[in-house]
């Protein structure tokens, strides 16, 4: 007894812990050390025992009173302490031992499958659908035909994926559980689980003959179409969910969903920020110097816009509620737009000729470049 570490240490906890303290740090600590978590790994086996063996006396309200007050003497026969040893364990399966099924299986799912009923209704899984629709499909809204396949309930045995419905039997290996349970020994701790039953691979019942269609499955695959409702507003990378179009479910359960995933495509001449959309637009040297009545494309169609006399590059204007629509509402976005001067590549000799003339003219007219320049000179004087 004398290498035996302190049951509180193996735990983690300290002297005087309470019942839910040491529970929860059982839980962990077993969890963290479980062969399952830990196969052919010898040293987080020899933990899983050492966190059993602390469990199994600190939660047993007598077995901890006698060893808070002689510790590992408590249990050691040569010690006298008259607590008869270990042995009255009797292993954690037996009698006057201690079961950690239950605990096992809150945190492995164990509990979950026990309990569960292979024959209950069960919703189908659902379906993910991609679909790609155009800018001005997402800002207006659309009816898209969408084509997949689906499980089905198999018309020939109605979904019992059985020829005769009669001749389904309760599995006798499983009593109709869809589940056994299996207990394995680790030195003198002894724990269960639970696994898929192998005789009806889960469901509880045997198909003496199965439907020739489905092969006992009770479903067939097939081609489905839907046609489905994409709101104006939609963004990029959105999905919208169409419920009971999925897969068939089980024992009567509801059909699961098909996601539908939104691809949009970009605009050539708009981009989207939110329900804002930003739009680039040219404009000539003449109209940003002299003004100029144009038209600016939106997604509703051309506007009149009149441009201010000497209007700069990256000159930014509003054009409020002409943006997305917003989804779920009856407001829009607003488009913005971003003017920038169009320089000429070519020109012929005329031209040149009058833009020469313009400079000269002009001089040092211009105020932007005539104050940019002068702090250049002060800079670099």
Same mark, same amino acid.
């Given at each position: ?8 240490? @193996? ?5 005087? @812990? ?5 529970? #929860? ?49 408590? +249990?050691?026969?040569?010690?006298? =302490? ?46 993910? !659908?991609? &679909?790609?629709? $155009? ?26 994926? =059985?020829? *005769? ?22 030195? +003198? ?31 067939? /695959? ?6 489905? #409702?994409?709101?104006?507003?939609? *963004? ?23 996601? !539908? ?13 939110? $329900?804002?959309?930003?739009? #680039? ?27 201010? =006399? ?7 204007? /509003? ?9 779920? $509402?009856?407001? /829009? ?9 169009? &320089? ?11 833009? /020469? ?12 470049? #005539?104050?940019? +320049? ?8």
């Amino acid at each position: 007894m004398a290498d035996k570490r302190d049951y509180y240490e @193996a735990l983690g906890l300290t002297k005087g @812990a309470s019942e839910e303290e040491i529970k #929860k740090a059982f839980r962990k600590k077993a969890k963290q050390y479980h062969p399952d978590i830990n196969p052919g790994n010898k040293e987080a086996e020899e933990k899983f025992k050492e966190v059993n063996e602390a469990y199994s006396v600190l939660s047993d309200p007598d077995k901890k009173a006698k060893y808070d007050q002689f510790g590992h003497a408590a +249990f050691d026969p040569a010690a006298g =302490a008259g607590a008869g040893g270990f042995g009255g364990f009797g292993g954690f399966g037996g009698a006057g031992g201690f079961d950690f099924g239950d605990i096992f299986d809150s945190f492995f799912g164990g509990g979950g499958m026990r309990n569960s009923n292979p024959n209950a209704p069960r919703q189908g899984q659902n379906i993910e !659908v991609n &679909v790609t629709i $155009s800018f001005e499909e997402a800002a207006t809204g659309v009816d898209k035909q969408i084509s997949y396949y689906r499980t089905e309930k198999c018309e020939d045995c109605h979904g019992t994926g =059985a020829k *005769d419905p009669n001749s389904v039997t309760k599995c006798t290996m499983c009593g109709g559980t869809g589940r056994i349970n299996v207990r394995q020994n680790m030195g +003198f701790a002894q724990y269960t689980t639970v696994k898929e039953c192998d005789a009806c691979h889960g469901t509880g019942k045997v198909i003496k003959e199965p439907c020739s269609k489905c092969g006992g499955k009770g479903t067939t /695959r097939k081609q489905h179409k839907i046609s489905v #409702k994409i709101p104006a507003g939609i *963004d990029d990378g959105q999905a919208i969910s169409v419920g009971g179009a999925g897969n068939v479910g089980t024992n009567g359960g509801p059909n699961g969903n098909v996601i !539908v995933n939104v691809s949009v495509q970009p605009h050539e001449l708009f981009e989207r920020q939110g $329900s804002d959309v930003i739009c #680039k637009l040219p404009l000539t040297f003449a109209q940003a110097a002299l003004g100029a009545e144009i038209e600016i494309p939106t997604i509703d169609g051309r506007v009149k816009y009149n441009v201010p =006399a000497g209007t700069q590059t990256d000159t930014v204007i /509003r054009l409020k509620g002409k943006g997305m629509p917003i989804l779920r $509402s009856t407001a /829009r976005g607003d488009q913005y737009v971003k003017f920038y001067i169009d &320089v000429p590549r070519h020109m012929n000799e005329k031209q040149k000729e009058l833009l /020469r003339k313009f400079g000269e003219i002009s001089g040092d007219s211009f105020e932007n470049s #005539k104050n940019f +320049f002068d702090r250049v000179k002060k800079k670099f004087k």
